[in-house]
């Protein structure tokens, strides 16, 4: 019977201890496969299979409108619901400053202008507390913008006839809180998630209105007239701006 070399035989020893070392390295409950996985989980990824980066959602550069429409009812709906308690303050502002301008009205025919927007600003407030407690976020939003448009042009309207009135020119320079109306309205409007459209529409009843005002009262609503105006487009491309500054960070 042939023997084996001596040198072979240590050989074979040694490949033995090698495979069942290598088999305790990767048996159950001793912690290989662990040790394994945290390896590949820590291995640098190959430069040919990089992480997805995240989706660009695609804007208008100006206007902030959404390419796809759907991420436009989303964000909308979004923005509705999130600026509730800011829309709050707003409206609460707006109520007690026409509230204040009919106290300090002239004439009761101009009492009873601004007492309409005083009614269309608390309508305003109650609905939007109504849309916030008890519709979910879409549908809130498309009823406020409506409800919202309606009191809107309701109240400008009735705001411009007042100037039509006797003694109406001659209590427009104590009006001094006009801006601060026309600032916060302008600030809600831009944050009712409308489109750029429709709240650039809207800001322009206000901005038309003032030549109009200035052309009925002359001198005497000068200043009132461009404040408003001025306050009015400082709120809404303030409140464009800071919507498009939040979308892209």
């Known amino acids: 019977m042939p023997r084996l070399p001596s040198g072979g035989s240590e050989s074979c020893d040694r490949d033995l201890e090698s495979v069942q070392a290598g088999h305790a390295a990767v048996a159950p409950g001793t912690g290989g496969a662990s040790n394994l996985a945290l390896l590949a989980r820590d291995a640098p990824r190959s430069d040919r299979h990089p992480a997805p980066a995240a989706p660009r959602i ?10 796809d429409p759907a991420h436009e009812s989303i ?10 308690p800011g829309h709050f303050l707003l409206m609460v502002l707006t109520l007690g400053v026409t509230v204040l301008i009919v106290i300090g009205a002239t004439t009761p025919d101009l009492k009873r202008t601004w007492l309409i927007g005083a009614i269309c600003a608390h309508l305003g407030l109650a609905g939007r507390v109504v849309l916030h407690r008890h519709f979910d976020s879409q549908r809130g939003q498309r009823l406020g913008s409506r409800a919202w448009s309606v009191l809107y042009l309701f109240g400008a309207l009735a705001n ?25 309205i302008a600030l809600a409007n831009g944050t009712l998630g409308m489109g750029f459209a429709h709240k650039t529409a809207l800001i322009g009843v206000v901005v038309a209105a003032g030549p109009i005002v ?10 009132v007239a461009l404040c408003n105006m001025g306050a009015t487009l400082i709120g809404a491309v303030a409140s464009h701006m800071v919507l498009r500054v939040r979308v892209q960070g």
């Open 58 to 67: 695609a804007m208008h550069p100006v206007t902030g409108r959404f390419a």
């Open 75 to 84: 964000f909308a709906a979004q923005l509705f619901r999130l600026a509730y």
């Open 160 to 184: 411009l006839a007042g100037y039509a009135l006797p003694g109406a020119c001659a209590s427009t320079e104590k009006l001094y809180l006009i801006p601060l109306l026309g600032l916060a």
């Open 214 to 223: 200035i052309g009925i009262c002359g001198e005497a609503a000068h200043a």
